[in-house]
């Protein structure tokens, strides 16, 4: 099986513009969390979802939203982009066996 | 409040070195699981292995190993004879137990670890 795929892989942005990354989870893999990873730092939770429902959400401005897709891919829309915003944004899907989270390659947005 | 705390920001060794990595964590629950993950250059998280909190057995895989100590609320990890490949950040993360399916991480800052040939 693929693992989880995130695109696309590097985004070059401007203040005030607005980005949506996406992500296709494991196949069978229904739920998917994304991550906000600033350099040096370890990664931040912004959501969960499961089957189209949003389960958790992080410590973020509104100005973060997601939504996942009945095939289980997802989508994270970021409004009104920061600089502070420049980050890696990881997802993972979520094993159905177990709590353990296998995560994607990662897109790298850079806001100027 | 949920928090994983790796006080070794950096940790440099020589080629066949054994070395630990160090992660304490808090939660108010009785519940709860870790996880090691590995974070190469590339950025990819590769998943190294999860505890319950149940379960404090050691665990050994090839040149890994973990000791867990609820009485002292570690997790630390053991990395025998280390490789240059061994060359990553390493997370420790938290994931509290429950009911509505939402499992969020807690992860640590990281440890970067650089094995020199």
């Known amino acids: 099986d693929a693992g989880v795929t995130q695109s696309p892989t590097h985004l070059i942005k401007t203040r005030g513009q607005h980005v949506t990354l996406r992500c296709s989870p494991i196949s069978g893999h229904k739920s998917v969390s994304w991550y906000q990873q600033v350099l040096g730092q370890g990664p931040q939770f912004i959501f969960q979802y499961y089957e189209k429902e949003e389960r958790g959400r992080g410590n973020f401005p509104d100005r973060f939203s997601a939504r996942q897709f009945p095939n289980y891919s997802s989508e994270l829309n970021v409004n009104a982009l920061l600089l502070g915003d420049s980050a890696l944004y990881l997802c993972?899907?979520?094993?159905?066996?177990?709590?353990?989270?296998?995560f994607g390659p990662g897109t790298r947005l850079t806001v100027l | 409040a949920q928090k994983v705390t790796q006080a070794q920001t950096e940790i440099s060794v020589v080629e066949k070195e054994d070395v630990t990595l160090d992660c304490v964590y808090e939660t108010r629950d009785t519940t709860y699981y870790l996880f090691w993950y590995k974070q190469p250059p590339s950025g990819e998280l590769v998943f190294l292995i999860r505890r319950n909190s149940f379960d404090e057995q050691n665990e050994i895989s090839g040149r890994y190993s973990w000791n867990f100590q609820k009485s002292t609320s570690s997790f630390n990890f053991t990395i025998t004879a280390s490789q240059v490949v061994d060359s990553a950040v390493y997370f420790c993360?938290?994931?509290?137990?429950?009911?509505?399916?939402?499992?969020?991480?807690?992860f640590g800052t990281g440890t970067r670890l650089k094995v020199l040939a």
């Open positions: 993360a938290l994931s509290e137990g429950t009911t509505s399916g939402t499992y969020k991480y807690i």
């Open positions: 993972a899907a979520t094993s159905v066996y177990g709590n353990e989270q296998f």
